[in-house]
């Protein structure tokens, strides 16, 4: 089992441009969460994707958007990027909205110039 | 959730002591409280949660103790190992079922 796969690692974009972060999730797993982790900083909850729909928003702009597929694997979009969009971007996978259940993965790390 | 307060953000001790992270929530209606560790280069890992109907839980060298009244909990390691060395964080979560995190503590573990 691979568990929680994200790509890519790094990504170098600047102000402005689009970018897209993708995740699978862990064998048997029908959920997945996106957040975000800023240098020092805990994870903050972007949104949750289940049955191909965000169930769940934390508070981030409209900028910010996902998408699920048929396998369960997901997407985050992130539109006109900023230099605080700067992060380690994490996916975790789990079953339903179980969060005894979540499995990380090693996230995407972003670089906004 | 709302806010977590997680203390200390930095915590040095020497091999075979003992380690105690404590973290405080706000939120009356919390009722799950995971503690995750993070290495170098690696998302979160679950190491061991709580529910509110628990006031301690053990797995070997480690535990967490939830005091629902005074809404803190703590994560303790016992008989610290280098590898214990990482990035700690608490979190807690209510009826939303989406976990709000403490800002860490980055735990160093002299051999």
């Known amino acids: 089992d691979a568990g929680v796969t994200q790509s890519p690692t790094h990504l170098i974009k600047t102000r402005g441009q689009q970018v897209t972060l993708r995740c699978s999730p862990k064998?048997?797993?029908?959920?997945v969460s996106w957040y975000q982790q800023a240098l020092g900083q805990g994870p903050q909850f972007i949104f949750q994707y289940y049955e191909e729909e965000e169930r769940q928003r934390g508070n981030f702009p409209d900028r910010f958007s996902g998408h699920q597929f048929p396998n369960y694997s997901s997407e985050l979009n992130v539109n006109a990027l900023l230099l605080g969009d700067s992060a380690l971007y994490l996916c975790?996978?789990?079953?339903?909205?179980?969060?005894?259940?979540?499995?990380f993965g090693p996230g995407t790390r972003l670089t906004v110039l | 959730g709302e806010n977590v307060e997680q203390h200390p953000s930095t915590l040095s001790v020497q091999e075979g002591d003992s380690a105690v992270i404590k973290c405080t929530y706000s939120?009356?209606?919390?009722?799950?409280f995971p503690w995750y560790k993070q290495e170098l280069g690696k998302g979160p890992q679950l190491i061991i949660d709580?529910?509110?109907?628990?006031g301690e839980k053990k797995d070997q060298r480690i535990a967490v103790t939830l005091n629902k009244t005074a809404k803190h909990f703590s994560l303790h390691i016992t008989e610290t190992q280098p590898e214990d060395s990482a990035v700690y964080f608490c979190a807690e979560e209510g009826g939303s079922y989406i976990p709000t995190f403490g800002r860490g503590t980055s735990l160093i573990v002299h051999p």
């Open positions: 939120d009356s209606a919390s009722n799950y």
């Open positions: 709580i529910r509110s109907n628990v």
């Open positions: 064998s048997g797993h029908d959920t």
């Open positions: 975790a996978s789990s079953l339903g909205h179980r969060t005894d259940t979540q499995y």
